[in-house]
């Protein structure tokens, strides 16, 4: 066994650049082979054609010295026979041994020319493995960036740098999301840890009702971010199951559960609510009508206003959303469709009014229904929001996506 290792160990590696050397190379000593054996059949056959001596191109041979006793008509003709046909077989013979000569040194030619252009061929490839060799998570900024023409290395090299490309945003989004989750699950702990600290230091039944209310209230906070992060995480997994569903009944049941709110802040609701049926996750959909109308109540103004339409097309359903409030400047509307990011403190929400994680869900939901959205910042203050779903059923989506490309922002 340790001598068949060795051996193995002595054997060169069978390299794409080695397999290459030998396919080049045995085809052209394949290609030599017949046309050796191509010329040599007719060279000949040259030489045995009737009534052209020794062929074309073939010097005549001299004629066989005769003795004078040799006047034998037969016997002559029979010399010069043999004669012929020896000068015949050592012009067959080496015709065969030169060509074998000139073929083998070709051959080696050849072999070397294929090895040094299997390099060069490969050598944007080992380019490419090398640089994939160096990645890590703390250098996914790094690109490839090949040089050289539209062929299928350079497709290959421009496919990997846009891959690199999605996932250095997905494991940015993902340390973001980590470091805003962990910050946002220590502030409960922190509110309910001070609370004690404070009954503990001065007991009373004062003390200790304070103290139960705000445990009380940094508890149902916590739970709620924990049930929104379970949410934002089911709904990126994609939809594993499709049942009917009205958009609109969704859409009444959110307004519904935000009725005491609305009436609290005084606002105006115009409502238009056309039967929008499709097919996807029940929980999900809900969810997503549910965010979006708290959304709207939580980050308006008193006395302001909200408009809620839903639309049925031919193959989509369509929820449109738009609220009063204060103003979001343009270029920061893409920002809030990501977890854990708020325009302003107020749409934090200082009180404890919101994580950040609403309009993060509306998207990872629409996503996971292979829908689109839309938003646009009102130039009065307050945001509109559009949410496109298609009505049939579709394959279920990867979890893994672009984390850039998901949103239509509208200035």
Do not use: C
């Not at 023409?149 to 490309?165: C, F, Q, S, V």
């Not at 009917?244 to 802040?265: H, M, S, T």
Request: zero cysteines; a positive charge.
């Amino acid at each position: 066994m340790t001598a068949v290792g060795s051996i193995a160990r002595l054997r060169p590696a069978a390299t794409i650049r080695l397999r290459l050397t030998v396919l080049y190379g045995g085809l052209f000593v394949a290609v030599g082979v017949l046309l050796l054996t191509i010329t040599y059949g007719l060279f000949a056959r040259q030489l045995q054609a009737p009534g052209r001596g020794t062929g074309r191109g073939v010097p005549r041979p001299d004629p066989p010295v005769l003795s004078p006793h040799a006047n034998d008509p037969g016997s002559i003709r029979e010399r010069i026979v043999e004669a012929l046909a020896q000068q015949r077989a050592e012009a067959l013979s080496e015709l065969l041994t030169q060509s074998v000569l000139a073929l083998a040194l070709v051959s080696i030619v050849a072999t070397a020319l294929g090895w040094v252009m299997a390099g060069r061929v490969l050598g944007p490839l080992r380019d490419i493995t090398a640089a994939a060799r160096r990645l890590s998570t703390h250098n996914l900024d790094e690109r490839i960036n090949l040089r050289g023409p539209r062929d299928e290395l350079k497709e290959l090299a421009d496919t990997i740098d846009a891959m690199l490309g999605r996932l250095a945003a997905a494991f940015e989004a993902q340390r973001r999301f980590v470091a805003n989750a962990s910050h946002e699950l220590r502030t409960p702990l922190t509110v309910q840890r001070a609370a004690v600290d404070v009954a503990l230091a001065r007991p009373s039944l004062e003390s200790l009702l304070t103290m139960a209310r705000r445990i009380r209230a940094a508890t149902r906070r916590h739970e709620h971010l924990i049930a929104s992060l379970l949410t934002l995480a089911r709904s990126e997994r994609g939809i594993e199951r499709y049942d009917p569903v009205d958009l609109a009944a969704a859409v009444r049941d959110a307004l519904a559960e935000a009725a005491g709110d609305i009436e609290l802040k005084g606002l105006r609701l115009a409502h238009a609510l056309a039967p929008t049926p499709l097919s996807g996750d029940p929980v999900l959909l809900e969810r997503l009508a549910g965010n979006l109308v708290e959304n709207a109540v939580l980050h308006n103004a008193e006395g302001g206003w909200i408009d809620v339409r839903t639309e049925a097309g031919p193959g989509s359903v369509t929820l449109h959303i738009a609220n009063s409030g204060a103003r979001v400047a343009p270029e920061a509307v893409a920002a809030l469709f990501e977890p854990f990011r708020r325009h302003a403190p107020d749409r934090a929400g200082g009180t404890g009014q919101g994580h950040g994680l609403g309009l993060s869900i509306v998207a990872a939901i629409t996503h996971a229904h292979l829908g689109r959205y839309a938003a646009k910042a009102r130039e009065g203050g307050g945001l509109e929001v559009s949410v496109t779903l298609p009505r049939g059923v579709r394959a279920p989506v990867p979890a893994v996506k672009d984390a850039r490309a998901a949103p239509t922002i509208r200035a």
